[in-house]
């Protein structure tokens, strides 16, 4: 069974830094592309950034590119996502995913686990 847990979340001040980390285990985690996406009250999921299995591919919604890095490592079965420069709209609760092939893009329907979520609160 595949399980995600991710931690690192927390309540930081606008401008300041977070580093969300997310462990895997249950499948072979360097074949799959990663994921991290958002949901901050009232509003639906989005997407925030996504990985391939290498660590090759990258890609990041508009409102985070500059800010945010997503990165892995496979020995350790750990994605991680640094957010540098949070703005109170960065508040959400985060979620990892582990797709569905080797890259798995910005949409949710290409993910099969996820994660619980760690709640980012940013104060201004």
């Known amino acids: 069974q595949v399980q995600l847990v991710e931690s690192g979340g927390g309540l930081v001040q606008a401008g300041g830094s977070l580093r969300l980390s997310c462990a895997a285990s249950?499948?072979?985690?360097?074949?799959?592309?990663l994921g991290w996406f958002r949901q901050a009250p009232g509003k639906e999921r989005e997407f925030v950034a996504a990985?391939?299995?290498?660590?090759?591919?990258?890609n990041y919604a508009d409102s985070v590119k500059g800010r945010f890095t997503i990165s892995r490592d496979n020995a350790k079965n750990t994605v991680y996502l640094q957010m540098n420069s949070l703005k109170s709209e960065d508040t959400a609760v985060y979620f990892c995913?582990?797709?569905?092939?080797?890259?798995?893009?910005?949409?949710?329907?290409?993910?099969?686990?996820w994660g619980q979520g760690t709640q980012v609160t940013v104060s201004s």
């Open positions: 995913a582990l797709g569905r092939t080797s890259y798995s893009g910005n949409y949710g329907a290409g993910y099969a686990y």
């Open positions: 249950g499948r072979t985690f360097s074949n799959y592309g």
């Open positions: 990985i391939s299995r290498s660590g090759a591919i990258t």
